[in-house]
């Protein structure tokens, strides 16, 4: 997805062309467009998408945290989630339809 990205960017750089961030209804798609490049390996504490053990504790916490901590960023004892994930270009909805995916994924 990086290549792609960055064939896009060079792209309208290139030609001119404004870019406009994508918006998704989609949660797997918004899940695949950035936040699997830590949810799929555990980078920095990541929980993995689909690692139950490892989201039981953080969806007993309820939705509206994981929304709070993904949106806002959060420092934990496991790791770290930085706001939105670093990027910044995505809505709060598409964070939260991308939260909904995942824990959907890891129950």
């Not at 060079?10 to 695949?32: C, I, Q, R, W």
């Not at 920095?44 to 053990?53: L, S, T």
């Not at 994981?66 to 598409?94: C, N, V, W």
């Amino acid at each position: 997805m990086t290549n792609l990205r960055s064939f896009i960017v060079s792209a309208a750089v290139v030609s001119g062309a404004a870019l406009t961030p994508v918006v998704s209804a989609d949660g797997e798609a918004v899940y695949n467009s950035g936040c699997m490049a830590c949810h799929m390996t555990g980078v920095a504490g990541a929980p993995k998408v689909g690692d139950v053990e490892a989201w039981a504790p953080r969806i007993e916490l309820g939705i509206e945290a994981l929304y709070e901590r993904a949106i806002q960023g959060f420092q934990g004892s496991t790791g770290m989630m930085p706001a939105k994930g670093g990027f910044a270009h995505l809505s709060d909805e598409d964070v939260m339809i991308a939260v909904d995916y995942m824990v959907s994924q890891s129950q």
